[in-house]
């Protein structure tokens, strides 16, 4: 089994890598940024005797996207499993904001994952099988003030999720989406101490989720074979 896995130096999109390779997936971790980061991971998973390779990609670009698909293949043969974790935030007034940082949080939170799925679906479509898992958000659920751009970009991901799912269903490749809640990764750092209690005051269970819950999460829509056009939202229980 191969699992191709986008955003991987981040805190989710390395955590899948990490479950997927216990799994035993042969995992293709992709980067744009924090290449060492990528790579010290796909070191210690090497270490515990799993078959791991870090392939560095923009996937905002054409070029980077046909090439990791065919350097992927090659590599390991056509992905079983393909999870878009990657992505970006932009907290501030929604006025506030220029006209190329919109038009950047939507190409890298929404189009690029569609246009990767495009190239990834040939191959599983031939081979009549595949997973497919998009990381979202609980705000492209239910959208946040300050967040707007970044809410209506997850929110995209889900409504393709939902209906690429029912278009590819009878070629026996499954289309999922996780929208996790607060999560203790990099992506929070730009919260004040206040904004976070404020967030921690909405969450039942009283603290944010760790990238590893999350991937769990995610492992499991990969691989329950009934489910498809679904969202699971590990969210701690936020009514937010």
Do not use: H
């Not at 515990?48 to 390991?76: H, M, Q």
């Not at 994952?113 to 998009?134: C, E």
Request: charged share 20%; aromatic share 4%; net charge negative.
């Amino acid at each position: 089994m191969v699992a191709l896995i986008t955003g991987a130096s981040g805190g989710i999109g390395g955590m899948c890598a990490y479950r997927a390779a216990l799994k035993g997936y042969k995992v293709a971790m992709v980067c744009r940024e924090n290449e060492e980061k990528c790579r010290a991971l796909a070191d210690d998973l090497r270490a515990l005797g799993k078959e791991v390779k870090v392939f560095r990609a923009d996937i905002t670009a054409r070029e980077d996207r046909e090439r990791l698909i065919d350097e992927v293949t090659s590599a390991y043969g056509v992905p079983d499993l393909l999870i878009n974790a990657a992505g970006k935030a932009r907290r501030g007034l929604f006025q506030e904001m220029s006209e190329e940082e919109i038009v950047s949080l939507i190409e890298v939170d929404l189009t690029a994952q569609m246009l990767l799925t495009r190239l990834a679906l040939p191959g599983m479509i031939a081979r009549g099988g595949g997973s497919i898992v998009n990381v979202s958000s609980v705000w492209g659920m239910v959208g946040a003030s300050c967040e707007v751009v970044y809410s209506a970009a997850k929110a995209g991901l889900i409504g393709f999720t939902k209906a690429l799912a029912k278009e590819v269903a009878p070629s026996g490749v499954r289309v999922n989406a996780v929208a996790p809640g607060a999560t203790d990764t990099a992506m929070m750092a730009d919260y004040t101490p206040e904004d976070l209690k404020l967030i921690l005051s909405d969450i039942p269970i009283g603290r944010m989720a760790s990238a590893l819950e999350i991937a769990d999460s995610v492992l499991f829509m990969a691989e329950s074979e009934y489910t498809t056009g679904q969202v699971l939202s590990p969210n701690g229980g936020s009514v937010i």
